[in-house]
C-alpha cells in the first residue's frame, strides 16, 4: 500500500556514481589541444580538458568562460572567465592560461594543427579574468576555435617548443574538463593500454554523474570487438558498418546510435612525389574509374552518403538515393571506358604486361602508383574496390596500411605518399581554407593534395572574411567549381558515425556532432545511477 501510493508521488532523477568501459582504436600519443591530431587524441582532450566555449545539443555556449562579447565590427572577441577556476592538480585557472594556449597554437615550431584557427589573431589580457582576442577582419567561424582546450601554464612554461611534442604531459594530461586522469595501465613495453578517469568539478560546476570511464584501445577493430563479445568494453565507437549490421542483430543490452558527420573521405594525389600524377588527363582517368557507388554499398552498407566535390552540398541518404546493382554496373562499365579513351588520346598505350605505358623524350613512364592509408577495416576494403577500378584501366596499384599513429607522424607528417586515403573533418562551418590553402600544404597544414592555385587561395580569404552566409555559399562554391576541374583529390563519400553505447547509460544524445570526439560534449548530464525523490522537490528544480 505505502510502495503504491509512493510510486505515484516519486520520481527518478540522476544520480552520482557508476562506470563505464568504452574500447577504442588507436593509440594515444598527444592528449593535447594543441597537438591532437588523431581521433584518439581528441577524444580524450574533450574528456580532460575544457575550452572558453562548448558544444551543448548542437550550440556554442560558454564553458569556462562566464559570458563573451563581440563587438559590432566582428573584429574583437572579448570573453570573462567564470568564477574560483582551476585544473586538476589544483592550481587556479586564468587568462595567463588562454593566452599561454593560443601561443602555443600559434607556435610555427609546435605545428599545431589548430595553427590556421588562430593565426594572425592578437591577444590583449584585460585581467585574470578578461581577454579579448582581436581580428584583423571579419571572421564569422572563430567562436568555433574557442573550444580549444586549455593547457596549464605552470606545467607547459617548463617545455620548450623543440620538446613539446615529446613532452610525458602528452601520456599523462592535467587539463580543466570533466574528467581527470586517475590511473594509467601499460603493456610490458610500457605502452598505455587503458586509462582510468574520474569525474571532477569546478566549485561552481557539479561534477559529471559517471564517476569512472575506462577507456581501453585497441590497435585494430577486430581486437576491439573481441573485447566487446567478451564484455571487458561496453561501449565502442567508429565500427564499421558491417559490424554495426551484426551487433545490432546479435545484442538486447546496447543501443546503436548513427548521425551524419560533416567529413568527407577522398584519394588525395601528392604530384610532387608522383610525378605521374601532374599529368590532368591521368587524374580525370583515375576519377572516373572509381567506383563509389560500390563503396557505399558494401563498405558502409548505406550508412553514407557519395561525394563529388569538397563541399557538403547535400545529404541525401544513400538508401533513399540507391542505384540498382544492374544500373550501377552499367554506368561504370561506360565511366572505365571514358578513362582508357582519356588516356589514350594523350598518347597511353598498355604494354605486354596490360599496363598504361606513353613514350616521352626521356624514355617512357608507366601508370603505376600506391595508395596509403589507416589500418581500419573500412579504409582497406575501400583500397581494394579503388585499386580494381583503376586496374581496369590498365594501373598497376599498390595498397600500404598504416597504423593510424604512423600513418600521421612518419607518412602524412613528411609527406611521403603518391595517393592518400584520408578523411577531412570539415566541420560545421564549411571553411576550406585548412585543407586547400596553398599556405598550409606543409605540416602541420591539412592540405595533404598540396594543392596550389593563387585564385582559389584568394576565394578562401574571401570566404572566411564573410560575414553574410548567402554570399558565403557562392564564393565556396567558386572555390568548389574550380577544384572538381583540376582534380587534385577523388571525393567519395561521407560516413555516419557509429556509436554502440550500453541502454543503461541514460541522458546520451548523438546529433550534429562535427567530428566523433563529440560525442563527448554533454557528458557531465549522462548518468547511470538513480534515486527516488518527491516530484515537488524535482519540479523545483
Do not use: C
Not at 505515484?8 to 588507436?26: C, D, K, N, Q, R
Not at 561506360?334 to 589514350?344: C, D, F, G, M, P
Not at 603505376?368 to 579503388?386: H, R
Request: a neutral charge.
Amino acid at each position: 500500500m505505502v510502495w503504491t501510493i509512493n510510486k505515484y508521488f516519486l520520481v527518478s532523477v540522476p544520480a552520482h556514481g557508476g562506470t563505464l568501459t568504452e574500447g577504442i582504436v588507436g593509440l594515444p600519443r598527444s592528449i593535447n589541444p594543441v597537438l591532437a591530431f588523431t581521433d584518439v587524441d581528441r577524444d580524450l582532450s574533450n574528456l580532460i580538458y575544457a575550452g572558453l566555449m562548448k558544444y551543448e545539443k548542437g550550440n556554442l555556449i560558454p564553458d569556462l568562460a562566464e559570458k563573451y562579447n563581440i563587438s559590432p565590427d566582428g573584429l574583437i572577441y572579448t570573453f570573462t572567465l567564470r568564477n574560483k577556476l582551476h585544473f586538476h592538480d589544483g592550481a587556479k585557472l586564468t587568462t595567463d592560461d588562454v593566452e599561454f594556449t593560443i601561443q602555443k597554437a600559434q607556435d610555427n615550431i609546435i605545428k599545431s594543427p589548430r595553427r590556421a584557427d588562430w593565426a594572425n589573431i592578437i591577444m590583449k589580457k584585460v585581467s585574470p579574468k578578461e581577454i579579448q582576442f582581436i581580428l584583423k577582419q571579419p571572421y564569422s567561424p572563430f567562436l568555433m576555435n574557442t573550444t580549444i582546450g586549455i593547457l596549464p601554464k605552470h606545467i607547459w612554461n617548463k617545455v620548450d617548443s623543440e620538446q613539446f611534442i615529446f613532452s610525458q604531459y602528452n601520456i599523462e594530461p592535467i587539463g580543466s574538463g570533466p574528467y581527470e586522469l586517475d590511473k594509467i595501465k601499460k603493456n610490458s613495453d610500457g605502452i598505455p593500454i587503458s586509462y582510468t578517469l574520474s569525474s571532477f568539478s569546478q566549485d561552481d560546476k557539479e561534477e559529471a554523474f559517471i564517476s569512472k570511464l575506462h577507456i581501453y584501445f585497441y590497435p585494430n577493430e577486430k581486437t576491439a570487438l573481441e573485447d566487446y563479445t567478451k564484455g571487458t568494453i561496453e561501449a565502442i565507437s567508429r565500427i564499421s558498418a558491417g559490424e554495426a549490421k551484426r551487433v545490432a542483430s546479435t545484442t538486447l543490452n546496447d543501443n546503436i546510435f548513427h548521425t551524419s558527420l560533416p567529413r568527407i573521405f577522398g584519394i588525395f594525389f601528392n604530384q610532387n612525389q608522383a610525378t605521374i600524377l601532374t599529368r590532368n588527363e591521368v587524374r580525370q582517368a583515375l576519377n572516373l574509374a572509381v567506383d563509389k557507388n560500390r563503396i557505399v554499398n558494401e563498405v558502409l552498407f548505406g550508412y553514407g552518403i557519395e561525394r563529388d566535390g569538397p563541399l557538403l552540398l547535400n545529404s541525401v541518404s544513400y538508401s533513399s538515393n540507391r542505384i540498382p546493382d544492374d544500373k550501377s554496373k552499367e554506368i561504370m562499365e561506360n565511366r572505365i571506358n571514358q578513362a582508357k579513351a582519356i588516356l589514350e588520346k594523350a598518347g597511353w598505350s598498355e604494354n605486354d604486361k596490360g599496363v598504361m605505358e606513353r613514350k616521352n623524350k626521356k624514355g617512357s613512364e608507366i601508370l603505376e602508383l600506391s595508395i596509403a592509408t589507416a589500418d581500419s577495416p573500412d579504409l582497406k576494403q575501400t583500397a581494394e574496390i579503388i585499386k580494381k577500378g583503376w586496374e581496369k584501366i590498365g594501373a598497376r596499384v599498390t595498397i600500404k596500411v598504416f597504423e593510424y599513429g604512423d600513418l600521421y607522424q612518419n607518412i602524412i607528417s613528411t609527406r611521403k605518399y603518391d595517393a592518400l586515403l584520408f578523411g577531412e573533418s570539415v566541420g560545421k562551418n564549411l571553411d576550406l581554407y585548412a585543407f586547400w590553402h596553398s599556405s598550409q600544404r606543409n605540416s602541420p597544414g591539412l592540405n595533404v593534395a598540396m594543392y596550389v592555385n593563387t585564385k582559389v587561395d584568394k576565394l578562401l580569404e574571401e570566404s572566411r572574411a564573410t560575414l553574410s552566409a548567402e554570399k558565403r555559399d557562392s564564393v565556396n562554391s567558386q572555390i568548389e567549381k574550380i577544384i572538381k576541374e583540376e582534380v587534385p583529390a577523388i571525393f567519395l563519400y561521407s560516413p555516419e558515425f557509429i556509436y554502440v553505447m550500453p541502454k543503461r547509460v541514460r541522458g546520451f544524445e548523438l546529433e550534429d556532432i562535427a567530428s566523433p570526439s563529440d560525442r563527448f560534449y554533454g557528458i557531465d548530464k549522462w548518468y547511470i545511477n538513480t534515486n527516488n525523490v518527491w516530484k515537488i522537490f524535482n519540479e523545483t528544480k
